[in-house]
């Protein structure tokens, strides 16, 4: 499939439907002024063009090596592919002169209470994320970038995530192996997006938004050993079909206004605590754009996987750790846990062929 188109106001990869794969790559820049970060950041549009629009790649002489790694063979198929950069508050330190740049709502992710985050999976200068119909595709992109910006960036963190086919029907499941994405805001809803999602013009950061990334391990092992109905309560949705306990159907909207006390959808079940569809809880909505994980096992033998949290807002603060504060406590925070991600600042997209991301910045 060809690719998402690359110019315009907005970067791909947000209101984008989600490809079955994704790397999240968070990486720190090693360009030590103003005019290296501009070149580090024309250099990922140049190559963010290419490879969004696939092609042949230059020849060169034989002597010297190949123009490009040859993972997709000799003609780069676009594949669906996307290609979407984000800033962290990190880059406005004082290293570039950008300090008095810094957006105020772009702040380091803070720690939840139920987070253990691992420095070494935490944060970044910036954020990469990459997606597309196939893995090899996802790979094949990744070490182009890191090719071409060698010595101007090097990889912090990195989770690679795929999206399950629809299992028989209906919205994906995620590794818990219930229906995740059925309630969300709606991404062809432009009205909507510039509500929630698109950052308003008035500042250099218009057309961008605010991505979160938290890297979530499911403690599958214990999660299996858990009884249906408590799976169930704890969500506040049927496994199978992802109809809410007060419903049928997948799309069926809880009623909890009719459910004060939480008879058929408990008080603290997932859903109820993330959505409460009040008036005072609809500021704080968030597009979500998760993905699983699965990456082997631990030290001791258990199985890491899980959830790339990935959601798109005007605030993270506002929004994304609003609701977060609201899930504190959840049942469901014995069986999952928060290792890694960061806050970033997603740019606004690149407007023509002349154009390069942060040019607005820079
Ligand atoms: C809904 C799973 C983390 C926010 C849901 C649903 C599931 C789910 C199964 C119901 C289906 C749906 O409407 O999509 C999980 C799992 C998580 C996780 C397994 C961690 C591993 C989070 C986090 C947030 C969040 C960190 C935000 C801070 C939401 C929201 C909804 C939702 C806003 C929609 C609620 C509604 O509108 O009814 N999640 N979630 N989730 N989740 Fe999560």
């Known amino acids: 499939a060809p690719s998402p188109v690359f110019h315009g106001l907005h970067q791909a990869g947000v209101v984008t439907p989600a490809q079955p794969h ?23 549009t140049e190559r963010a063009r290419f490879l969004t629009a696939g092609g042949v790649p230059p020849e060169i002489g034989i002597a010297g ?3 490009d790694s040859g993972v997709l063979g000799p003609l780069v198929p676009a594949d669906n592919l996307t290609v979407t950069l984000g800033v962290g508050a990190s880059l406005f330190d004082g290293r570039f002169g950008l300090a008095a740049h810094r957006p105020p709502a772009l702040t380091a992710m803070p720690a939840f209470p139920d987070d253990h985050l691992d420095p070494a999976r935490t944060h970044g200068d910036l954020m ?6 196939n893995r090899d595709t996802v790979v094949h992109a990744l070490r182009d970038i890191a090719r071409h910006t060698r010595g101007g960036m090097q990889i912090r963190w990195r989770a690679d995530g ?13 590794l818990l192996g219930f229906k995740d994405g ?40 214990f999660w299996d050993r858990v009884g249906i109905v408590e799976q ?16 049928d159907h997948e799309t069926d909207v809880p009623k909890f206004a ?7 959808i408990p008080l603290t079940s997932h859903i109820r605590r993330a959505n409460p569809r009040t008036p005072a809880s609809e500021p704080s909505r968030i597009l979500r754009r998760p993905y699983n994980y699965d990456s082997g096992v631990d030290e001791v033998g258990d199985l890491d996987m899980g959830l790339v949290f990935v959601c798109f807002q005007q605030d993270p603060d506002k929004q994304f750790a609003e609701i977060q504060r609201r899930l504190a ?34």
């Not at 994704?22 to 070149?39: I, Q, S, Y």
């Not at 990469?128 to 119909?133: E, I, N, P, T, V």
């Not at 909507?192 to 950061?205: K, Y």
């Open 22 to 44: 994704a790397t999240h790559v968070a990486l720190d820049v090693l360009a030590t002024d103003r005019a290296g970060l501009e070149d580090l950041f024309r250099t990922i």
């Open 65 to 67: 090596p190949p123009a």
């Open 128 to 133: 990469l994320q990459l997606c597309a119909d």
């Open 162 to 174: 795929f999206i399950a086919p629809p299992r028989p029907s209906g919205t994906p499941r995620n």
């Open 182 to 221: 059925t309630s969300n805001l709606h991404v062809d809803d432009r009205a909507e997006m510039d509500r929630f999602v698109w950052l308003p013009a008035s500042s250099w950061e218009a057309g961008g938004t605010y991505m979160v990334v938290r890297v979530i391990r499911m403690l599958v092992e």
């Open 232 to 247: 169930e309560r704890m969500f506040g949705r049927r496994r199978d079909s992802g109809a809410p306990l007060d419903g």
């Open 258 to 264: 009719e459910d004060p006390v939480g008879e058929a």
């Open 329 to 362: 406590g959840e049942p469901l925070v014995d069986y999952i846990q928060p290792v890694g991600g960061g806050y970033f600042l997603v740019l606004r997209g690149v407007r023509d062929a002349t154009d390069y991301f942060g040019s607005g910045l820079l």
